[in-house]
Structure formats: C-alpha cells, structure tokens
C-alpha cells in the first residue's frame, strides 16, 4: 500500500531515484552527526540519507506517511516524530546538539522553514532543501538581482547560500506547476550580528516593503535624524544594498540620535 498524495499537504512525492540520491549527497556530513528530515512521505529521499553515516531522524505531520514508515523503516521508526515541523522546539528532541535539515517539503510552508532555520541558527550548521525555483533563486540571489529581497538579506546574512540544481515538474507525482530548485545553506563562521538582530529585522522588511522607493522615502517611519538621512547609502533603493550594508546600516541607526 502507497499514500494518496493529500493537496492540503503539498505533497509531490519524488519518483526519480537519482534526484533522491542528489538531494541526499548534498550534506556534507561536516560539523554534525545527526540529521533531521522534514516531510519524508513514503521515504524516497529517506533511504539514501539512511546510507550516509549520520543518525537520521525524520519528522512529518501526516499519519498516513508515517504508519508507512513505520512498517517499511523498521530501523527508523523510533526516530520518526509524528508532528508539525513548523509547531515543534527542536531542543526538545536534539537537546544542545547539531543537527542538519534537509527535505522535499512543502511549497507553501518553505518559507517558514526557511525562517525557522534562521531562529535557530545556534543547532543547523547545515541545510538542504527542495524549494519552488524562483524562492530557491531569491534565496541565493545577490544584491543587484530583481529577486533579492528580505529572504535573500536575512538567510545571507547567517549562512552562505548555494544553488545546486534544478528539478523540472515531471520527476514529481503528482507534478507541481512549477519548476524546483534545490539549495543548501552552510552556516557562516560567525553568525551572530554585531547589531540588535530585531532592529536588523525591522531595516530590511521596512526597506523591502517598498523595494521601489529609495531608503530614504522607505524607512521614514523609522524616524531618524536628518544628520542620518544624509548618509548617501540613504539614496538607493533595497536591492542595491549588500547583507554588509544592511548590518551597517542598522548599526548607524542603532547609533542615531535625533
Ligand atoms: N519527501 C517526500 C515527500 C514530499 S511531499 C518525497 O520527496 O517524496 C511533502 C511531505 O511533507 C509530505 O509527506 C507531507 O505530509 C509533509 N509535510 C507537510 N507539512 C508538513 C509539516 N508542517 N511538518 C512535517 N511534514 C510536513
């Protein structure tokens, strides 16, 4: 018995094993021994991540998937976590440890995903993940690109970004309507801000909020002093800004005496 594939769930279940053994090849196996795999379904991308010498341990919210994993993982299943990714505390189950994330989830939580990583940036030195092509581009994409946005500033700015390749609809049942990307986040040496990371938040969502306008136009509701103002990185728009310009930035803001 297979799994109906459930809409409300955003499953495409991979059917092309060397895509599967791709995905699984890109951890790098540095820096952590434990792996966490998000959404495994029936367990295609699984099984070769069970290969690697890491302890794998996989977390998907539809029980179907999981009674299935159960009966064809006999050496998984307690190491299956019956829950939302998005819902979970992660130190609950890893403690202080490091783990990895990889995964072909869902389109329409990637994001999410994507911030939750972030938040707990201290325990995934690594991750890898299938995305929508053009959310894996924004991610990865430079300053200068018509994609890069909050996304792309806020991921850069704690992890170095890698575009690894591209998955066309048909590898998938049922086939999505878009083209795939796959990317892998490796985390940066130091990742703690030398700013208030809140206030760093704030900057680069204000800015983007309205990516058409200069920074200056943008980020008046931040309230800051005309001597500021006057800074000439206040003349460009958001997209021209690199990760560093933003740090910077929001350290003069910090700094800023009206
Ligand atoms: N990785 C498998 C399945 C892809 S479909 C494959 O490549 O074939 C996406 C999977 O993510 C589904 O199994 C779905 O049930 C699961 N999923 C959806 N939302 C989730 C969430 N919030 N937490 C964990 N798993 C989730």
Redesign the pocket.
């Known amino acids: 018995m297979s ?1 109906r594939a ?1 809409k409300h ?6 059917k092309d094993e060397q895509i ?1 053994q791709q995905i699984a090849d890109s951890l790098t196996e540095k820096g952590y021994k434990t792996v966490l ?9 699984t099984k070769y991540i069970l290969k690697k010498n890491l302890v794998l341990h996989v ?4 029980t179907e ?1 999981v009674e299935y994993l159960k009966t064809n993982f006999l050496n998984l299943s307690d190491r299956i976590i019956s ?4 819902k979970i505390n992660l130190a609950d189950y890893f403690g202080e440890e490091q783990v990895a994330i990889i ?4 389109y329409n ?1 990637s994001t999410q995903i994507v911030f939750k990583t972030l938040e707990n940036r201290h325990q995934i030195p690594e991750f890898s993940g299938m995305f929508q092509k053009e959310v894996a581009q924004r991610i990865a994409e430079k300053e200068g690109s018509k994609v890069y946005g909050i996304l792309s500033v806020l991921t850069q700015a704690f992890y170095d970004v890698e575009y690894l390749f591209t998955v066309p609809p048909t590898v998938f049942n049922p086939p999505p309507k878009v083209e795939s990307g796959v990317i892998r986040l490796t985390r940066k040496e130091n990742f703690t801000l030398p700013v208030n990371e809140k206030l760093f938040y704030t900057v680069v969502k204000t800015a983007f909020n309205q990516r058409r306008k200069t920074m200056r136009n943008s980020l008046k509701t931040l309230n800051l002093s005309d001597n500021l103002r006057e800074d000439p990185i206040f003349a460009k728009r958001p997209e021209q800004l690199s990760v560093q310009e933003f740090i910077s930035l929001t350290t003069k803001i910090e700094n800023d005496v009206i």
């Open positions: 799994v459930k769930l955003g499953q495409h279940f991979l599967a795999e998000i959404g495994p379904g029936m367990g295609v991308l977390i998907e919210i539809d998937s829950k939302d990714f998005l995964g072909n989830f869902p939580i």
